[in-house]
């Protein structure tokens, strides 16, 4: 049967394929300061790739791909990481300052706390978990994450009250999955 184009599927984001040109030093860092596990690779003399998990549900959430040509830009945007917890950010924002990155911002958007920074090969990435609140986006504002997680807690819901569009993040939900669901029956 055929995909009708007036019903999208519901998609998730599925993984992320990067090429990089140092290829074992992007699998130390990947492996060593976010936990994956290799799941499947491939090597030489076809091209070395990585297939890497945190997540024993899904194969592969991140692929490296030995092939990026030296000195050149990258061309990701970002790429973002959802750690369970303000407790796992706090954590890593910590061990980044002895890892090889680069442009490490600590920021809360209201909706998450998020820790940006460029890889050892200047790809942008983030790390983030939801805080329990909505304010409209973009916004984004600098965090101390060497506070107490009570105090961050405390901070955040101080600002986020003072922002447009204000609202416990369930009630968000709600009505985001109401508007699709109109969307879905509207198309």
Not at 126 to 150: G, L, R
Request: aromatic residues 10%; charged residues 25%; hydrophobic residues 35%.
């Amino acid at each position: 049967m055929a995909l009708s184009t007036r019903s999208p599927p519901t998609v998730q984001l599925g993984h992320v394929g990067i090429f990089v040109g140092n290829f074992d030093v992007m699998l130390d860092f990947y492996t060593r300061v976010f936990g994956f596990i290799i799941t499947d690779g491939v090597k030489p003399p076809n091209e070395r790739a990585a297939f890497l998990t945190g997540d024993p549900d899904h194969h592969h959430q991140l692929v490296l791909v030995d092939g990026r040509a030296e000195r050149t830009d990258s061309v990701v945007q970002q790429i973002s990481f959802r750690l369970p917890s303000l407790g796992a950010i706090r954590r890593l924002h910590a061990a980044l300052q002895n890892e090889p990155v680069s442009k490490i911002r600590p920021l809360t958007h209201g909706t998450s706390w998020s820790v940006y920074f460029h890889d050892p090969e200047g790809n942008r990435v983030e790390a983030f978990t939801e805080t329990p609140w909505y304010v409209t986006q973009p916004f984004a504002s600098s965090i101390d994450y060497s506070k107490a997680e009570d105090v961050i807690y405390a901070e955040t819901l101080r600002l986020c009250k003072t922002l447009a569009g204000f609202k416990p993040l369930e009630d968000w939900k709600r009505e985001a999955a109401s508007s699709l669901k109109k969307e879905l029956k509207r198309q």
